[in-house]
């Protein structure tokens, strides 16, 4: 659950998919078209490089915000590198307060050691889309979850199994892999 409003926000899972449904299932619908559009990106993780770098190629004006600095991005410093090559814009160490309809209220924030500290000003940006990335941690999935993770099983179930973010991996292809072990069982 999200602490503050989102509304007219999609999550990446409902933007992926659409996306998915039109490319991979041909499901009749058309691709969204982002043309001198302006989207926005929330989260810096591997899954909003993989939106922002698909709201591009659809034709988007786009900008991450995130709450982490450059050097604390999850994603991996190679796909930072080609969104702004891409023309990516990026918002750093700015905390979302509120999202109203393409009015996203940041709050900027400060590293401080391994603290961030939000500062006494607000932001306001507005876009055309907004899409909130946000990743998965095991802490925040854990209910999920019926067992204890072991690799890819979920002890104590035969047909439970578990991979990618909810595994603490680092990357899709860990999360690809973790696929591959649990189908071999």
Do not use: W
């Not at 400060?110 to 802490?139: P, S």
């Not at 035969?158 to 990357?171: E, H, K, L, Q, R």
């Not at 292809?173 to 189908?183: I, Q, R, S, T, W």
Request: charged fraction near 20%.
């Amino acid at each position: 659950q999200v602490p503050f409003p989102t509304e007219g926000a999609v999550t990446a899972r409902e933007f992926l998919t659409e996306l998915n449904g039109v490319l991979k299932f041909h499901n009749g619908k058309q691709l969204p078209d982002f043309t001198g559009k302006k989207v926005c990106v929330l989260g810096s993780g591997g899954t909003a490089c993989d939106c922002a770098s698909a709201a591009i190629r659809l034709g988007g004006n786009v900008t991450m915000a995130c709450f982490e600095d450059f050097q604390s991005f999850p994603a991996p410093l190679d796909e930072i590198q080609k969104l702004l090559v891409e023309g990516c814009e990026f918002m750093t160490l700015v905390q979302v307060t509120s999202i109203h309809n393409g009015e996203v209220k940041f709050v900027p924030v400060e590293h401080k050691g391994d603290q961030y500290v939000k500062l006494n000003e607000e932001l306001t940006r507005h876009f055309d889309y907004v899409i909130m990335a946000f990743g998965c941690t095991l802490k925040d999935s854990r209910k999920n979850i019926p067992g204890e993770v072991k690799v890819y099983c979920v002890e104590g179930y035969d047909n439970v199994f578990a991979g990618g973010d909810i595994t603490n991996v680092a990357s899709v292809v860990e999360a690809v892999n973790d696929g591959k072990n649990a189908a071999r069982l």
